[in-house]
């Protein structure tokens, strides 16, 4: 059963630096998010991207934050000077968007913790 | 106001027995639908239930049914013969408005199977 692949599964960062966290959607999937979960909390929505652009953003999804998918197949995220409290677990997930319940497809996750 | 609240932080249910995880939405989109995940203590977001707002009759998938009570804007998930397994947190979200939307997320509830 073809599934949303992230890489790495965990990544550690000191504060100030560059992070980018890597996202396989299902291969036929339109619709591509991002969110995250700080430890012990609700999962937030951070970006949805449609037709190589941003669809949405919340209120998270600050100027440190971008998103790409430069290939065709990977879906990234980049922080550009990860803080403290971009601790939490980031998530992929990817919609088929065609004649579909919408159903959201999640990855397995990145933990990234900021030292 | 909180789009989705899920009220019970935790639950402890004996094996084999049916548990109902409670949900409530708040939306004045009249197209909409809702979803449970369950998360392990592995981290990832498994896709266990959808009902959509349109939907007659309620969403079954195996021991799970999502009994929705529209005019309640309510929509629990009920596992029947609980297993050890089913232990994790388990997180109901809604999408708002037909299409690839964002979800938004609750604060979970934490169940508990004892043997």
């Known amino acids: 059963e073809p599934e949303v692949t992230q890489t790495p599964s965990h990544q550690v960062t000191q504060m100030g630096q560059e992070v980018i966290l890597r996202c396989v959607p299902i291969?036929?999937?339109?619709?591509f998010y991002w969110y995250r979960q700080i430890l012990g909390q609700k999962v937030e929505f951070l970006v949805s991207?449609?037709?190589?652009?941003?669809?949405?953003k919340s209120e998270i999804f600050d100027d440190q934050f971008s998103v790409e998918r430069p290939d065709g197949s990977n879906f990234t995220l980049k922080i550009r000077s990860t803080k403290l409290e971009d601790s939490a677990m980031y998530f992929c997930a990817s919609v088929l968007g065609v004649r579909s319940s919408y159903e959201q497809y999640f990855g397995p996750g990145t933990r990234l913790t900021v030292t | 106001a909180q789009k989705i609240t899920q009220t019970q932080p935790g639950m402890f249910v004996q094996e084999k027995e049916a548990v109902t995880l409670d949900c409530t939405y708040d939306t004045s989109d009249p197209s909409y639908g809702l979803f449970w995940y369950k998360q392990p203590s592995s981290g990832e977001m498994i896709f266990l239930i959808y009902q959509g707002s349109y939907d007659q009759q309620n969403a079954t998938e195996g021991r799970y049914s999502l009994n929705f009570q529209k005019a309640r804007k309510s929509a629990n998930l009920v596992i029947s013969a609980s297993q050890l397994g089913d232990s994790a947190m388990y997180f109901c979200a809604m999408r708002e408005g037909w299409g690839a939307q964002k979800l938004v997320f609750g604060q979970g509830t934490r169940l508990t199977i004892n043997p």
């Open positions: 991207f449609y037709n190589n652009e941003i669809s949405e």
């Open positions: 291969s036929n999937h339109l619709y």
